[in-house]
Each structure stands twice: as C-alpha cells, then as structure tokens.
C-alpha cells in the first residue's frame, strides 16, 4: 500500500518562497509523481509532475520558471520549490503517484494515491 504525506505548507507573503515535500512509504522507486492544487470552486489542476525512473518533468505554462519539482529516490521524497508566489497560488496543494510506465501524468484521473493535501495561503 502506498502512502503519501504532504508537508512544507503554509502561510506566506506574495514574493516569498515554500518548499513542498511529498514523501511516499511503498515501493515508489519507479513511479510517476505530481503536485496538483485545487482552490476553491475551481477543478484540480496539474501544477508539475516528475517520472521518478526517468527524471521527465512536466510543468503547467502559467508556471514554468517559478516552480520546479524534484525527486529524492534515497528519501523516496519529492519536492515542489515555489518561488515569486502569488496571491493566485493559494490552495490546497496534494501529492499523487502512478505506477504508469516511464510516462509522466497529468491528468488527475491517470493517478492512483493521493495525500491529504497541505494549504498554501499567499497574501497580497
């Protein structure tokens, strides 16, 4: 069974910087990963994605140059670095994983196990 638990969330000024960690329990080694978020009223949404295996990586536009995901396989971890943040950026932030292949998934119905999600709050 694979388990995922988000950290790292938190309250922060626009401009400022969080670090998400998702660490997973399982043999997640070879597994596709994501950062999703979800503000409320509004669907969940892809933010990054990381093929654990392959490295590959998949930002969203809106995002590319401000957010970067990583991988620990050591720590069987992954990580969000989210920089210049802004208001917009608030929500619920969740971790996910796939067992699919070499592929990196950004559709949320292509993920398996989800955490409980961690809050980002960016004030103005």
């Known amino acids: 069974q694979v388990q995922l638990v988000e950290s790292g969330g938190g309250l922060v000024q626009a401009g400022g910087s969080l670090r998400l960690s998702c660490a997973a329990s399982?043999?997640?080694?070879?597994?596709?990963m994501g950062w999703f978020r979800q503000a409320p009223g509004q669907e969940r949404e892809c933010v990054a994605a990381?093929?654990?295996?392959?490295?590959?990586?998949y930002y969203a536009d809106s995002l590319k140059g401000r957010f970067t995901i990583s991988r620990d396989n050591a720590k069987n971890t992954i990580y969000l670095q989210m920089n210049s943040l802004k208001p917009e950026d608030t929500a619920v932030y969740y971790c996910a994983a796939s067992k699919g292949g070499l592929r990196v998934w950004v559709d949320s119905s292509d993920y398996e196990y989800w955490g409980q999600g961690t809050q980002v709050t960016v004030s103005s």
């Open positions: 399982g043999r997640t080694t070879n597994y596709a």
């Open positions: 990381i093929n654990r295996r392959t490295g590959g990586t």
